[in-house]
């Protein structure tokens, strides 16, 4: 197989674009939107008109019709900065827009993508529960069918993008009835963010990701058209999965971006602290933190952007999705924690970006299937 390490012109200049947005419209206002735990609707209306929302998405439904590597490089710029907007883009796009786009009608794709893409709205996923996580077939949301509408009853949690003003639909998965085997039936629906017995309720007091929109999302006899199905009957749980596949590269994508961000602060820090006399960059020590930090995102990055070719090239990428996912996370956390010590006390500061970092990345290793999930994952492709 020809091995080739460069980005096309396109790309570069893509990743440029922005960088250079992501640093003059993202990061003055990033410290005081994570301290006020606000959404921002001035900075997405902004990432919208950097086409930022429907990146892999065809013209056809008003998207730019890019690769993955594109949209995957976008992810990462927007979160070398601030992972809160970065997470408004990721979840935007994998979660809300994915799914329609690879499973909706064509009807619900002319009904919900151009404006998703445009980013004049929002969507968000529905598949976390308060009992059903990591564990999600064990969804107790339930749809049952009543003539020709489909009763929705249950509730979900930590639902990015799902409570904002701007939010048009949600993807919720549902039990729609049991299997031969007795295994939950499992189905999708496109549920309106209007719609009657639908309530969302936006988290707060987060510990991270704290200008993100997240919502608790709860469904009291909701009633929907039969056309609301995404896709077909029984088909939720391979959607989710794939779903997920995908979801998993962006949430690679937000560790290869922290990292690279905390990087470059602690390498400026090291560069300007002196100490005994001589900058903190001089002693070894710190060289070899610099060191093993840049070796890790090099090796992040190169994971990372297998995962987003062999998905561009319709080759089976699932195992290495989840290998990206895995160890760009992790190596975020490893990152962030040398940055903090390089930085010493002021690490622990929130007037120091570096402290938002630390706490950003922990989500990394919990959201879009845990670790442990990812391990599972990666295992079970290695056994067949």
């Given at each position: ?166 939010t048009s639909v949600i993807v919720v998965q549902a039990v729609t009835g049991k299997k031969s085997d007795g295994r939950n039936e499992i189905s999708c629906f496109l ?78 820090y090291s560069q300007e602290r002196k100490q005994f006399g001589q900058a903190l960059v001089e002693f070894q020590a710190t060289q070899f933190k610099l060191a093993d ?82 391990r599972i994952v990666i295992a079970r492709h290695l056994i067949g």
């Amino acid at each position: 197989m020809a091995l080739c390490f460069d980005l096309t012109d396109e790309q570069n200049i893509l990743r440029q674009s922005v960088r250079d947005f992501a640093e003059r419209e993202i990061r003055p206002v990033a410290r005081d939107l994570d301290a006020r735990e606000e959404f921002s609707y001035e900075v997405t209306r902004k990432m919208a008109d950097m086409g930022l929302f429907g990146i892999f998405v065809s013209p056809d439904y008003g998207g730019s019709g890019l690769d993955y590597v594109s949209y995957i490089i976008a992810v990462e710029e927007i979160a070398r900065v601030d992972g809160s907007q970065a997470a408004t883009v990721a979840a935007g796009n994998s979660l809300g827009i994915g799914p329609i786009y690879y499973f909706g009608s064509e009807e619900q794709k002319q009904r919900w993508l151009p404006k998703l893409c445009t980013g004049e709205t929002l969507a968000g996923f529905g598949l976390t529960e308060p009992l059903a996580g990591s564990d999600a077939g064990s969804s107790r949301t339930k749809a049952v069918l009543d003539g020709d509408e489909w009763v929705l009853n249950g509730s979900k949690i930590f639902i990015t993008n799902a409570a904002t003003d701007i939010t048009s639909v949600i993807v919720v998965q549902a039990v729609t009835g049991k299997k031969s085997d007795g295994r939950n039936e499992i189905s999708c629906f496109l549920v309106p963010a209007d719609a009657p017995g639908l309530t969302r309720k936006a988290m707060h007091h987060k510990m991270m990701w704290r200008a993100s929109n997240t919502a608790e999302l709860y469904f009291d006899d909701l009633r929907l058209p039969a056309d609301a199905l995404l896709g077909k009957r029984g088909d939720g749980f391979r959607q989710m999965l794939q779903t997920l596949d995908g979801g998993r590269l962006s949430i690679g994508a937000m560790g290869l971006g922290g990292a690279q961000g905390a990087f470059e602060l602690a390498l400026r820090y090291s560069q300007e602290r002196k100490q005994f006399g001589q900058a903190l960059v001089e002693f070894q020590a710190t060289q070899f933190k610099l060191a093993d930090m840049a070796m890790e995102i090099e090796a992040a990055r190169n994971l990372l952007y297998k995962a987003c070719w062999l998905k561009d090239n319709h080759r089976p990428f699932g195992q290495v999705a989840a290998m990206g996912k895995l160890y760009c996370s992790e190596v975020m956390g490893r990152v962030v924690n040398e940055a903090v010590q390089i930085h010493g006390g002021y690490g622990l500061m929130q007037e120091y970006d570096v402290e938002r970092f630390f706490r950003d990345q922990k989500l990394l290793t919990i959201g879009e299937g845990t670790s442990e999930v990812q391990r599972i994952v990666i295992a079970r492709h290695l056994i067949g």
